[in-house]
């Protein structure tokens, strides 16, 4: 027991119970952050995979992944070119579904299909390209488990997915469906024997239940859904044009990073291409701020973002303000980034106008 005087001070000069409060402060929701992101930048590294650390690089337009087919052209081309997101990934989803696939469902499946003629392979590369009139197109990127052979060949490849429960599925989607044909279409070429079978599996995150689908290859579905889709999304790149903002689910929009720049969200923004953060936007968050910034070594924090996350405006600069009725530049110190900023030095001649960004007028 440690003596205390009358006061309950001990003979170090500490209250009573004081060591606990540095150990409460290693626990606190910043130190997971750091220590998260910290554990998967060295998990990048150790896997000889460097690049999955910071903004990945800009894809050439006629180049599409299986697990991005179908999905809201104007989202992924955001994504694409790395515009500045708005809202952290959904990690605890992402982390969910490798864990199911990984610790569940392999082991399931194995247990399940294994015998003299078949075993379970992680997953088999595709890589096949198909003509359109936007050029060649190629589809690139690795399967889920496949049910193989004794040599290794393909029997039935499988697209695993999460959600919150599977009771209420009555179909598979339409992009789950996709990136199926694509997995058929890039075995079949791989191996030189035509594939036409595929299942999908959803697993629920609650009940830990399975769903399963089995999906057959539908030509029809393929040439003129899936292939026509990845037509259009090059055209958009080839032509550097910001698609619509019109995705097939719903859904896709309250999940979307890009709410805001897209005209979906809660500003006046609408329509804004990939580049830059917006101005009058304080959401961002602090690590995709640093992401884009570090990316970007030409763009500075906007007098917005300069007043959330103080301690980064000296690193990475703040934009100033300009104001188009005097021709001035006003420092970003000078306005209060909220709502609509007025210039000062107008103010001084009793003028009201609104200061814009400098970096979009000078
Ligand atoms: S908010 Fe909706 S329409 Fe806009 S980019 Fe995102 S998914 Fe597409």
Not at 86 to 97: A, Y
Not at 187 to 215: C, I, N, P, Q
Not at 322 to 328: A, D, P, T
Request: hydrophobic share 30%.
């Amino acid at each position: 027991m440690v003596q205390t005087n009358s006061d309950g001070i001990s003979p170090d000069g500490q209250q009573p119970g004081s060591g606990i409060q540095p150990l409460l402060e290693r626990l606190s929701s910043d130190q997971f952050r750091e220590w998260y992101q910290d554990r998967k930048w060295r998990k990048n590294i150790e896997e000889g995979q460097p690049y999955f650390n910071g903004p990945g690089s800009i894809p050439d337009p006629e180049r599409h992944s299986p697990s991005q087919l179908l999905q809201c052209h104007r989202k992924l081309v955001y994504r694409q070119e790395n515009a500045p997101a708005e809202q952290s990934d959904p990690r605890g989803i992402f982390w969910f579904g490798t864990r199911f696939e990984e610790d569940l469902l392999f082991p399931f499946l194995n247990r399940a299909v294994t015998g003299t003629e078949t075993y379970v392979q992680n997953s088999i590369w595709i890589d096949f390209t198909v003509e359109s009139d936007a050029g060649e197109l190629r589809i690139k990127g690795a399967t889920d488990p496949v049910i193989v052979d004794s040599d290794a060949a393909p029997v039935l490849p499988t697209e695993v997915k999460t959600k919150s429960a599977v009771d209420n599925i009555s179909e598979p989607n339409r992009h789950h469906r996709a990136q199926v044909h694509a997995y058929l279409v890039g075995l079949s070429e791989k191996f030189d024997r035509d594939f036409s079978d595929g299942v999908l599996v959803y697993g629920g995150r609650e009940a830990l239940e399975l769903k399963t689908f089995h999906v057959e290859f539908d030509a029809e579905f393929w040439d003129e859904v899936v292939v026509d889709w990845a037509e259009e999304h090059t055209q958009y790149r080839l032509d550097d044009e910001l698609p619509p903002a019109d995705p097939e689910y719903d859904w896709e929009c309250r999940f979307c990073s890009y709410r805001e720049r897209c005209g979906k969200g809660d500003t006046n923004y609408q329509d804004v291409d990939s580049n830059g953060l917006l101005a009058g936007y304080a959401g961002y968050p602090r690590d995709d701020v640093v992401e884009y910034l570090e990316a970007n070594p030409d763009e500075s924090l906007t007098p917005t973002l300069a007043k959330e996350f103080p301690e980064l405006a000296k690193e990475y600069g703040v934009v100033n303000w300009y104001c188009r009725c005097c021709s001035s530049e006003v420092s970003w110190e000078e306005a209060d980034p909220q709502g609509d900023p007025l210039c000062p030095r107008c103010a001084e001649q009793d003028g009201l106008s609104t200061l814009s960004l400098a970096r979009e007028e000078l």
